[in-house]
Protein backbone atom coordinates (compact mmCIF):
# COMPACT_ATOMS: atom_id res chain seq x y z
CA UNK A 1 0.00 0.00 0.00
CA UNK A 2 2.77 1.98 0.95
CA UNK A 3 4.16 1.35 -2.36
CA UNK A 4 1.46 2.00 -4.22
CA UNK A 5 0.97 5.66 -2.72
CA UNK A 6 4.45 6.37 -3.09
CA UNK A 7 4.08 5.88 -6.80
CA UNK A 8 0.80 7.86 -7.33
CA UNK A 9 2.47 10.83 -5.23
CA UNK A 10 5.58 10.28 -8.14
CA UNK A 11 3.27 10.33 -11.00
CA UNK A 12 1.46 13.66 -9.62
CA UNK A 13 4.05 15.38 -8.93
CA UNK A 14 5.89 14.74 -12.32
CA UNK A 15 2.48 16.21 -13.94
CA UNK A 16 2.51 19.27 -11.88
CA UNK A 17 6.33 19.81 -12.80
CA UNK A 18 5.69 19.69 -16.06
CA UNK A 19 2.38 22.15 -15.66
CA UNK A 20 4.37 24.33 -13.76
CA UNK A 21 7.25 24.19 -16.59
CA UNK A 22 4.41 25.14 -19.38
CA UNK A 23 3.10 28.01 -17.35
CA UNK A 24 6.62 29.15 -16.57
CA UNK A 25 7.27 28.74 -20.14
CA UNK A 26 4.21 30.75 -20.96
CA UNK A 27 5.29 33.40 -18.38
CA UNK A 28 1.66 32.93 -16.46
CA UNK A 29 3.63 33.02 -13.23
CA UNK A 30 1.14 32.19 -10.54
CA UNK A 31 -0.51 29.42 -12.19
CA UNK A 32 3.36 28.48 -12.20
CA UNK A 33 3.79 29.11 -9.09
CA UNK A 34 0.79 26.93 -7.66
CA UNK A 35 1.87 23.67 -10.00
CA UNK A 36 5.24 23.71 -8.25
CA UNK A 37 3.42 24.18 -5.01
CA UNK A 38 1.73 20.91 -5.62
CA UNK A 39 4.18 19.18 -7.19
CA UNK A 40 6.13 19.91 -3.25
CA UNK A 41 2.77 18.91 -1.61
CA UNK A 42 2.70 15.37 -3.47
CA UNK A 43 6.27 14.96 -2.75
CA UNK A 44 7.91 16.80 -0.67
CA UNK A 45 12.14 17.90 -0.80
CA UNK A 46 11.61 17.10 -4.63
CA UNK A 47 14.68 19.42 -5.61
CA UNK A 48 14.01 20.32 -9.48
CA UNK A 49 10.30 21.55 -8.23
CA UNK A 50 12.30 23.40 -5.28
CA UNK A 51 14.30 24.82 -7.58
CA UNK A 52 11.68 25.96 -10.45
CA UNK A 53 9.23 27.29 -7.67
CA UNK A 54 12.43 29.41 -6.23
CA UNK A 55 12.91 30.76 -9.59
CA UNK A 56 9.34 31.94 -10.38
CA UNK A 57 9.23 33.45 -6.16
CA UNK A 58 12.09 35.62 -7.97
CA UNK A 59 10.17 36.63 -11.29
CA UNK A 60 7.52 37.55 -8.98
CA UNK A 61 9.91 39.51 -6.36
CA UNK A 62 10.20 37.62 -4.12
CA UNK A 63 13.88 37.19 -3.76
CA UNK A 64 14.17 36.07 0.20
CA UNK A 65 12.09 33.39 -0.34
CA UNK A 66 13.64 32.25 -3.46
CA UNK A 67 16.91 32.58 -1.66
CA UNK A 68 15.34 30.37 0.99
CA UNK A 69 14.40 27.38 -0.98
CA UNK A 70 17.70 27.56 -3.70
CA UNK A 71 19.82 26.90 -0.29
CA UNK A 72 17.22 24.19 0.67
CA UNK A 73 18.01 22.52 -2.15
CA UNK A 74 21.70 22.75 -1.48
CA UNK A 75 21.61 22.06 2.33
CA UNK A 76 20.49 18.53 0.99
CA UNK A 77 22.18 18.05 -2.00
CA UNK A 78 25.70 20.05 -2.31
CA UNK A 79 25.95 18.91 -6.06
CA UNK A 80 22.23 20.15 -7.63
CA UNK A 81 24.12 22.34 -10.30
CA UNK A 82 20.29 24.21 -10.99
CA UNK A 83 19.94 25.53 -7.28
CA UNK A 84 23.93 26.45 -7.31
CA UNK A 85 23.55 28.52 -10.49
CA UNK A 86 20.77 30.22 -10.17
CA UNK A 87 21.74 31.22 -6.36
CA UNK A 88 25.34 31.91 -7.80
CA UNK A 89 23.25 34.64 -10.36
CA UNK A 90 21.11 36.24 -7.49
CA UNK A 91 24.57 36.71 -4.82
CA UNK A 92 26.32 38.05 -7.82
CA UNK A 93 24.10 40.65 -8.34
CA UNK A 94 24.40 41.70 -5.03
CA UNK A 95 27.90 42.73 -6.60
CA UNK A 96 29.70 42.52 -2.75
CA UNK A 97 33.18 40.92 -3.05
CA UNK A 98 31.54 38.31 -0.07
CA UNK A 99 28.41 37.74 -2.40
CA UNK A 100 30.41 37.42 -5.55
CA UNK A 101 33.40 34.69 -3.68
CA UNK A 102 29.96 32.71 -3.19
CA UNK A 103 28.55 32.95 -6.27
CA UNK A 104 32.40 31.67 -7.99
CA UNK A 105 32.10 28.67 -5.80
CA UNK A 106 28.19 28.28 -6.96
CA UNK A 107 28.92 28.30 -10.83
CA UNK A 108 31.75 26.03 -9.85
CA UNK A 109 29.29 23.28 -8.24
CA UNK A 110 27.42 23.54 -11.45
CA UNK A 111 30.68 23.29 -13.79
CA UNK A 112 31.19 19.98 -11.63
CA UNK A 113 27.22 19.22 -12.49
CA UNK A 114 27.89 19.70 -16.64
CA UNK A 115 31.64 20.85 -17.80
CA UNK A 116 29.44 22.16 -21.10
CA UNK A 117 27.63 24.88 -19.25
CA UNK A 118 28.93 27.85 -21.01
CA UNK A 119 26.60 30.63 -19.06
CA UNK A 120 28.61 29.03 -15.88
CA UNK A 121 31.81 29.31 -17.66
CA UNK A 122 31.25 33.15 -18.43
CA UNK A 123 29.47 33.94 -15.02
CA UNK A 124 32.63 32.46 -13.04
CA UNK A 125 35.01 34.44 -15.38
CA UNK A 126 33.10 37.11 -14.86
CA UNK A 127 32.97 36.97 -10.86
CA UNK A 128 36.80 35.80 -10.81
CA UNK A 129 37.83 39.34 -13.05
CA UNK A 130 35.21 41.35 -10.38
CA UNK A 131 37.24 39.63 -6.96
CA UNK A 132 40.55 40.16 -8.74
CA UNK A 133 42.00 37.22 -7.09
CA UNK A 134 42.70 34.56 -9.34
CA UNK A 135 43.03 36.41 -12.99
CA UNK A 136 44.55 33.11 -14.49
CA UNK A 137 41.62 31.15 -13.34
CA UNK A 138 39.40 33.71 -15.10
CA UNK A 139 41.44 33.80 -18.20
CA UNK A 140 40.92 30.16 -18.25
CA UNK A 141 36.50 30.45 -17.47
CA UNK A 142 36.84 32.79 -20.29
CA UNK A 143 38.87 30.72 -22.72
CA UNK A 144 36.34 27.75 -21.60
CA UNK A 145 32.97 29.91 -22.43
CA UNK A 146 34.34 31.26 -25.24
CA UNK A 147 35.18 27.56 -26.91
CA UNK A 148 31.40 26.25 -26.14
CA UNK A 149 29.95 29.47 -27.11
CA UNK A 150 31.69 29.16 -30.74
CA UNK A 151 30.94 25.20 -30.80
CA UNK A 152 26.96 26.05 -30.02
CA UNK A 153 27.50 28.86 -33.28
CA UNK A 154 28.49 26.28 -35.39
CA UNK A 155 26.05 23.73 -34.50
CA UNK A 156 23.50 26.38 -34.43
CA UNK A 157 24.22 27.98 -37.91
CA UNK A 158 24.09 24.22 -39.27
CA UNK A 159 20.75 23.68 -37.59
CA UNK A 160 19.32 27.20 -38.24
CA UNK A 161 21.39 29.30 -40.10
CA UNK A 162 21.02 32.19 -37.22
CA UNK A 163 23.64 33.58 -34.92
CA UNK A 164 21.88 34.61 -31.93
CA UNK A 165 24.83 34.23 -29.54
CA UNK A 166 27.25 36.77 -30.94
CA UNK A 167 26.42 39.59 -27.80
CA UNK A 168 27.85 37.05 -25.39
CA UNK A 169 30.92 35.58 -27.24
CA UNK A 170 31.40 39.74 -27.46
CA UNK A 171 31.19 40.64 -24.09
CA UNK A 172 33.20 37.08 -23.18
CA UNK A 173 36.17 38.33 -25.73
CA UNK A 174 36.04 42.27 -24.19
CA UNK A 175 36.39 40.12 -20.59
CA UNK A 176 38.92 37.59 -21.58
CA UNK A 177 40.72 40.86 -23.11
CA UNK A 178 40.55 42.80 -20.37
CA UNK A 179 41.67 40.21 -17.92
CA UNK A 180 44.54 39.36 -20.09
CA UNK A 181 45.39 42.96 -20.21
CA UNK A 182 45.35 43.51 -16.67
CA UNK A 183 48.38 40.65 -15.65
CA UNK A 184 51.43 41.95 -14.76
CA UNK A 185 54.46 40.52 -16.54
CA UNK A 186 55.37 38.28 -13.52
CA UNK A 187 51.57 36.31 -13.97
CA UNK A 188 52.65 35.73 -17.42
CA UNK A 189 55.50 33.44 -16.89
Known amino acids: MLLILFQLNAESSN ?18 KAAYMRCLDAEPGRADCATNLASVLLDLGNVKRAEELYRDVLATDSTNGHAAFNLALMLQDRKTDEATHEAAELYQVALAQDSSRWDAWANLASALKELRVQPLRA ?4 QRSIILIEKAQEQQQEAMGVDELDIYL ?10 LADLSASQCH
Open 139 to 142: IHAF
Open 15 to 32: EELLDGNTYYGKGELQAA
Open 170 to 179: ADLYYGYGTS
